[in-house]
């Protein structure tokens, strides 16, 4: 595994968002969602696509809390333009676990 400074850390700017809509996207080459995610009055709602249809339904999004990168460039996935990309991690079987803060925290607050 390549190290790396912490100034290489900060440049990614993760940020706590709150999923204000989720619908299916079935145009995507793999079952997804797609998400409108609220990140605070600085960033604002951006969109994203995530592969997630195994733990989660739209119906289960609206109103959690998730984290996300902010500033990465725009991804054009099918006729969808995902603005940024929300955190997850493997289950035992590979499939996505969104990551969330524990406690509820501010929406928008830089992940530290």
Known sequence: MAEIGFDDFQKVD???????????????????????VDLGPE?????????????????????RRVLAVVNFPPRQIGPFMSEILVLGVPDENGEV???APDMDTPIGGRMF
């Open 43 to 63: 960033i604002g709602t951006k969109k994203s696509s995530a592969q997630i249809t195994v733990h989660y339904s739209p119906d289960d999004l609206v109103g």
């Open 14 to 36: 993760i940020r706590v968002g709150e999923v204000l809509r989720a619908e299916p996207f079935p145009e995507a080459r793999k079952p997804a969602i797609k998400l409108w």
């Open 97 to 99: 676990v969104l990551i």
